[in-house]
């Protein structure tokens, strides 16, 4: 199964300020956005996650990664992550901007969310 570290979530004091200092990057663009809960950026590549600390339910460290695979595989990748000694959080679910996910915890407490992004246009 095919998987790629796609992006990265930055846990944030202000979305509206982190946002408009990433936008300043040449080529940066806006994908999507909730007030100053969430800001999603394509830089290349690789999406930028801007999440404000205060949404989250545990301090937690101050960024998690994402792992995609083809959108038909997140449920074979949540069994094969099974398989190898990962207990994610949940099983996967189907999220409001169109992508199928679900988490585990590194031993370090970091989050990993796998998600169904790989092959998408950016």
Do not use: C, K
């Amino acid at each position: 199964m095919q998987t790629s570290l796609e992006g990265l979530t930055l846990h944030v004091a202000s979305v509206e300020r982190s946002r408009d200092f990433y936008l300043a990057i040449p080529g940066a663009r806006l994908l999507h956005e909730r007030g100053d809960e969430f800001a999603l950026l394509q830089i290349g590549r690789m999406r930028l996650g801007l999440l404000n600390r205060r949404v989250l339910r545990e301090g937690g460290p101050g960024f998690h990664m994402e792992v995609s695979t083809a959108a038909t595989g997140v449920d074979d990748l949540y069994e094969q992550v099974r398989a190898n000694g990962i207990t994610p959080t949940g099983p996967p679910h189907d999220r409001a901007w169109g992508e199928r996910t679900f988490h585990a915890t590194d031993p370090d407490g970091n989050l990993v969310e796998f998600d169904s992004r790989l092959g998408e246009e950016g």
